[in-house]
């Protein structure tokens, strides 16, 4: 266990919905950074926030968006779904913004009918 | 641009054979690399990260600057190990972005 906890596990949802994915992490981790699995394009680096900021973007849509609350529990939100998000989303955390390890969630399998 | 290579997506070795995991990546800055596994489609786990000079599960990898790699290696593989491995380069813009291979699939056959 990681400690880095994710809900839900699955989500099954049809075209043009908007879902909401959740990351708690590790205790003390104050950075989140959320990853998209998919078959075609891999593992891609979505975003970073660290203590409640925005650090870093990657290779994010406009249709999707995140944050960092107080309590450091980070949510993703994605909207006007299309087949293409099909995927499985991790949210990872660390310490810092600096070169600790990132330790990854159990992911949310996203399905879009 | 920073890119990481790992340009076998199947890897299928028998029970006690060696197992070498190549990757190769690109990156003007001072790397730092890591290899994560990832059994049966659950979370990525860190394996080794270069800067620690470490053994985990048998596995090593040593950063070789001049050919620009960190290859993962065992001596002889288990059929534990089959999973995906995930070679990943930090991105050090200050960010702790971390830049994935494509990932190879380790099959070790009984």
């Known amino acids: 266990d990681s400690g880095v906890t994710q809900t839900p596990k699955h989500l099954i949802t049809a075209t043009g919905q908007r879902v909401t994915l959740r990351c708690s992490p590790r205790?003390?981790?104050?950075?989140v950074y959320w990853y998209q699995q998919s078959l075609d394009q891999g593992l891609q680096f979505l975003i970073h926030?660290?203590?409640?900021?925005?650090?870093a973007k990657g290779n994010i849509l406009e249709r999707f968006s995140a944050q960092q609350f107080p309590d450091l529990h980070s949510e993703l939100n994605l909207s006007s779904l299309e087949l293409g998000d099909s995927a499985l989303y991790f949210c990872?955390?660390?310490?810092?913004?600096?070169?600790?390890?990132?330790?990854f969630g159990d992911g949310t399998r996203l399905s879009i009918l | 641009a920073q890119r990481v290579t790992q340009p076998e997506k199947l890897l299928s070795v028998f029970k006690g054979a060696p197992v070498e995991l190549k990757c190769n990546y690109s990156?003007?800055?001072?790397?730092?690399l890591f290899w994560y596994v990832q059994y049966s489609r659950q979370r990525l786990q860190l394996l080794l990260r270069?800067?620690s000079r470490e053994s985990i599960k048998g596995f090593t990898a040593d950063l070789n600057k001049g050919e620009t790699s960190f290859h993962l290696k065992k001596p002889f593989a288990q059929e534990e190990d089959s999973a995906m491995y995930y070679c990943?380069?930090?991105?050090?813009?200050?960010?702790?972005?971390?830049?994935f291979g494509a990932g190879t699939r380790l099959a070790v056959h009984p």
């Open positions: 990872a955390s660390s310490v810092g913004m600096g070169n600790q390890p990132q330790h």
């Open positions: 205790s003390g981790d104050l950075s």
């Open positions: 926030y660290y203590n409640g900021e925005e650090r």
């Open positions: 990156y003007s800055g001072s790397p730092e």
């Open positions: 270069h800067i």
């Open positions: 990943a380069l930090r991105f050090s813009g200050g960010y702790n972005k971390l830049i």
